[in-house]
């Protein structure tokens, strides 16, 4: 038996120093070429060959397209193990069995959430070939997991430690998990309590409504009745409990409010080569391992490359020999709450459309490691799942989501994606996709698009879906629009396309007809890619590398403008910020001076804007483009002298955050630099147990520091408003980048941090992180002699004997 984890090497390693510098010598790596055969593999229909390149990118040449996603789904298996599992459990519902009773109610929330219908006829649903190749994935999946049961020693070190198994998979489980509460629930809820409290118009300052828009309250709905509780298992379902002890809740909000991502596209006639490019940046929490697994899948009909993820077939984002794709987070209103009035005597009788209806309920077990299992009753009302009860108050809550609906799947969407061939295909493919996405377009004859697409809901006349409704019927969907109803552009005039997650409905648009959504990102880093592509007449990949890592800030200098007059004491710190080119690099001693004064804004702005008594409900921050403009006008809200109160606030501010810089640095000034604040430090989830902090080795630490903040194109986010972390270390932002040569596709180069494996024992754990630091995108090999060519080892997959 081979052990074929990760690069199939056994080096412990004692830390990441070691690690990443054996992963980035190229002649040690071509010195230890490898040859690996897997036999025996159930459901695989011939041999397979995985050539795998310095970084432990697999290269996979089947002889059929299923084969190929076989592949696909064991070497995910084989890299990414624990993650795959962990997602897969809780998905399912089937955490609570492993890790005790804190999840059952995690797992009674994901079950909730599960498909009801028929999962077979939804698989049937799709074409052929995808059906083929989905079964294949899971396949490929349940064929690693067999070896492992024949040789448990090659377990990844959570399962020994923990003590149990990774579960089998079935391809229904690809239909029936669907749950991706990714909408606007939370701010539901705020706005109705800030409505019972007669704050409503102060949510524009958190989450200003583009297109503007009034909010008002759906006739009939208590705002006063309205808390927190109502969102139930929904609000867990969300905010999940952690393994560890370090995750909590203000990290989990922060990290959803600003993933993200950059993508755009620029047509041949505005580029050097005369060719498309294709850039994408998905922005999301960092983390061990990351968020992305790249492959390359080539048979017969399918040659695809990019970045996917643990349990999806397929490739996310990329290219195949035709058509590039990328994707950022478009905004749509995808779930909403309605409150529900119940029977006084029957708890589990709700009224609507005139007459009192019995909910269905669901009974299922649950079982938690070292107690008994619990039984658990699901409860479902018309709207859809019932995620809390109160008999006492005679109310309860129930959910519709669009990623519920029969016809919509999260997770086989990148297998028709991968196969498109033109821009018909390639959004044909997109019908089915739930969750709210910019997917931005290349093709090899020069064309370039762009379309959003996800769930639309079709939303009764009087609700926008921005505070909870009834739920007696007057306000319940009518259903789904369809993918025309979203807006697209198809070779824009301009010659580019781009899209960072801000407000992009075109001009005459009928927003407030299809209610697609009010809640948008600023604008900050759409504007500054749009500023850079503007001006170039002809971009080549190196200029889009360059602004992938473009750390200027248009908001810094916009506030440093504003700085009046300060006193004495301050001259010299004014002065750096004064002359200060606005660009928050790691080394810059302004750039942090800015970010901790900026921080000291963001607080002093809140407390000014903010009731005491409504804090609890709007945590802040207030929306920086909010902040900017009201800095720039300050009005009643500052006081009889708003200028001056201003003025007052920035020189204090300024003076906090020099105590703060001369605390945490020292009184040299020249010793300020951001990335001595802005550090990264990657932990296993599990690291607060001795077992795993010993056989994971830290990534990264105090001296591992990165330049940019959330408003620049390259995004590196913080929480300053985190009670329980330093507050600049960078929490999140790019760790997957790639830009696409579209024709010319060797050209094409990307970047995966930290690294493609799980695996502690793997040089592929961490091996990005010096390369990823430093901005050096890498070769996306494509071309079948260049692959061959960057190879490093060989792993040949055989089939098992035929039944």
Not at 496 to 507: A, D, I, K
Not at 538 to 545: E, G, K, L, N
């Amino acid at each position: 038996m081979h052990d074929i984890r990760c690069g199939r090497r056994h080096l412990l390693l004692g830390g990441a120093a070691s690690l990443i510098g054996l992963a980035t010598t190229p002649a040690i790596a071509r010195a230890k070429r490898s040859r690996t055969v897997v036999d025996g593999l159930a459901g695989l229909g011939a041999p397979v060959e995985v050539l795998e390149d310095r970084w432990g990118v697999p290269h996979v040449r089947a002889a059929s397209i299923p084969d190929a996603f076989f592949a696909n789904g064991f070497l995910v298996a084989r890299d990414r193990l624990w993650e795959l599992d962990f997602g897969h459990r809780q998905s399912l519902g089937r955490l609570a069995e492993v890790f005790g009773a804190d999840f059952v109610e995690s797992d009674t929330a994901s079950r909730l959430f599960l498909f009801r219908g028929d999962a077979a006829a939804e698989l049937a649903r799709f074409s052929p070939q995808v059906q083929d190749c989905a079964r294949a994935y899971v396949a490929g999946i349940n064929a690693y997991l067999a070896r492992l049961r024949a040789d448990p020693d090659l377990l990844p070190p959570e399962f020994r430690i923990f003590d149990y198994k990774p579960l089998d998979w079935d391809v229904l489980d690809l239909i029936r998990i669907r749950a991706e509460a990714t909408g606007n629930t939370e701010a539901e809820i705020r706005r109705a309590r800030l409505a019972a409290q007669g704050g409503l118009a102060l949510d524009g300052l958190v989450i200003p409504l583009q297109p503007a828009h009034d909010l008002s309250v759906p006739n009939g709905l208590d705002v006063h009745a309205v808390s927190e509780k109502d969102l139930g298992l929904f609000g867990v379902l969300q905010n999940p409990p952690s393994l560890s002890r370090a995750a909590l809740p203000d990290d989990t909000r922060h990290r959803r409010m600003n993933s993200g991502s950059n993508a755009w596209v620029i047509a041949p006639s505005r580029t050097a080569t005369r060719r498309p490019i294709l850039a994408n940046d998905p922005h999301l929490g960092f983390g061990i391992p990351g968020p992305r697994y790249v492959i390359h899948l080539s048979a017969p009909g399918l040659d695809v490359i990019g970045g996917g993820t643990a349990g999806m077939p397929g490739v996310m984002q990329g290219h195949n020999g035709h058509i590039a794709f990328g994707r950022t987070n478009f905004h749509i209103d995808q779930e909403d709450l309605f409150i529900l009035r119940t029977h006084p005597a029957h708890p589990d009788r709700y009224f609507h459309d005139g007459a009192w209806k019995s909910m269905e309920t669901l009974h299922t077990r649950i079982a938690v490691r070292g107690e008994a299992d619990r039984d658990v009753t699901l409860r479902y009302a018309a709207q859809g799942p019932v995620v809390s009860t109160d008999p006492a108050r005679h109310r309860a809550t129930a959910v519709s989501a669009t990623w519920l609906y029969p016809g919509a799947n999260g997770l086989l969407v990148n297998i028709g994606l991968n196969l498109a061939h033109d821009w018909d295909t390639f959004r044909e493919a997109l019908r089915v996709h739930t969750s709210p996405t910019n997917f931005t377009y290349a093709d090899t004859t020069g064309n370039i698009g762009w379309q959003a697409a996800g769930g639309l809901p079709s939303r009764a006349d009087g609700h926008d879906g921005l505070l909870p409704a009834p739920g007696d019927g007057r306000y319940d969907w009518k259903g789904l629009q369809p993918l025309e109803m979203l807006p697209s552009t198809f070779n824009p005039a301009r010659g580019w396309f781009g899209t960072s997650n801000e407000m992009n409905l075109p001009p005459g648009y009928p927003a407030q007809e299809r209610r697609v959504s009010f809640e948008w990102r600023d604008a900050f880093r759409y504007n500054r890619v749009a500023e850079v592509l503007q001006a170039l007449p002809r971009a080549s990949v190196a200029d889009c590398v360059a602004l992938q890592h473009d750390t200027f800030s248009r908001l810094a200098l916009d506030v440093v403008g504003l700085l009046p007059a300060v006193p004495t004491d301050l001259a010299q710190e004014a002065a750096m910020l004064r002359g200060w080119n606005g660009r928050v690099e790691a080394d810059s001693p302004a750039a942090a001076l800015y970010e901790v004064w900026w921080t000291h804004l963001e607080r002093a702005l809140y407390a000014l804007l903010i009731p005491a008594h409504l804090r609890d409900i709007l945590p802040g921050p207030i929306d920086a483009a909010v902040q900017l403009a009201l800095l720039r006008t300050p009005d009643a809200r500052f006081g009889t002298a708003p200028v001056a109160v201003r003025d007052t606030m920035m020189v204090d501010a300024l003076r906090q955050a020099v105590a703060e810089l001369r605390q945490r640095l020292g009184p040299v000034r020249a010793a300020w630099r951001w990335g001595a604040l802005h550090t990264i430090t990657l932990h296993h989830p599990l690291a607060h147990i001795p077992d795993i902090s010993t056989q994971f080795p830290q990534i990264g630490g105090a001296t591992t520091g990165t330049g940019g903040d959330s408003y620049t194109v390259m995004a590196r986010w913080y929480n300053p408003l985190s009670k329980h972390h330093a507050p600049y270390v960078a929490t999140g932002g790019a760790s997957y980048l790639m830009v696409c040569d579209v024709g010319a596709w060797d050209n094409s180069v990307f970047l995966n941090f930290p690294g493609q494996c799980g695996d502690p024992h793997s040089p592929h754990y961490a091996d990005f992180m010096p390369v990823w630091l430093k901005g050096q995108m890498q070769p996306l090999t494509f071309s079948a002699h260049r692959v061959r060519a960057a190879a490093v080892g060989r792993v040949t997959l055989q089939p098992g004997e035929k039944s």
